[in-house]
């Protein structure tokens, strides 16, 4: 049985401000992808030069795409290829200029002129007596843990503010920790790799799980109870 050509097709985009993997069809034509890229890479399709690479590495492109009316799969576009956005009027659309950060003008104040401000976070902590300025009973009674009667393995899920979007693992941690004084931290497993570690933070392990599926929250920010594992949409255009 004959094997079925691929119709679509992973790869790296790279321009002098962004870089990102994408799956594209093989099937849209060199200007449809363009106006994909514009959205991406933020320089127009009419000053856009598409080459190919077989790595990031590679310094000869193997193929240049363009003849804005052939499929992309025209040029035998592979799998993590790297699609090379040149933009070849820089001057009309500020490539390379949103990431120079040395043509931005900065507003520095002096530690004196700093202290003297009302509307900071120095004078808003030393107005709340918070950090450093807080009494020793509160830097006491902030640094105690309370109880929580939450078992190990229990089911939960963390609140985000995107819709349809839920944040959902098991407790694997409950207890204070050493990155962070003041009050205890859960720490969660997600069922999907949205977390930010492993179990540990700054060298210590709190509970072990594979990368980015370990968490860390406060205890407020989790409900806990009969939360099933939920499958995530992925975009399928960027991965």
Not at 66 to 92: C, H, M, S
Not at 166 to 188: E, L, N, Y
Request: aromatic letters at 10%.
């Amino acid at each position: 049985m004959r094997a079925s050509n691929p119709i679509t097709v992973k790869v790296f985009v790279t321009s002098p401000d962004t870089r990102s993997e994408r799956r594209f069809d093989l099937h849209i034509t060199v200007e449809q992808l363009k106006n994909k890229l514009e959205l991406i890479t933020g320089i127009p399709v009419q000053n856009q030069l598409i080459q190919v690479f077989n790595g990031e590495n590679d310094s000869t492109p193997v193929a240049i795409l363009e003849d804005n009316i052939k499929p992309i799969g025209f040029y035998g576009l592979r799998d993590w290829q790297v699609l090379k956005v040149i933009d070849l009027d820089p001057a009309t659309s500020f490539t390379g200029q949103l990431s120079d950060v040395s043509q931005v003008q900065k507003f520095e104040l002096s530690e004196a002129e700093y202290a003297q401000r009302q509307d900071t976070v120095l004078a808003y902590k030393q107005r709340h007596k918070i950090g450093r300025f807080a009494d020793n009973e509160q830097d006491e009674t902030a640094g105690s843990a309370p109880q929580l009667d939450i078992p190990l393995g229990s089911r939960c899920e963390v609140e985000t503010s995107e819709e349809n979007f839920h944040k959902r693992g098991i407790v694997r941690f409950i207890g204070p920790t050493t990155f962070a004084k003041g009050g205890a931290w859960v720490g969660i497993e997600y069922d999907e790799p949205i977390g930010k570690n492993d179990g540990s933070v700054q060298g210590e392990r709190y509970f072990t799980c594979k990368p980015n599926y370990g968490v860390f929250v406060r205890p407020e920010r989790v409900k806990f109870g009969d939360f099933p594992p939920e499958e995530i949409d992925f975009d399928d255009e960027e991965m």
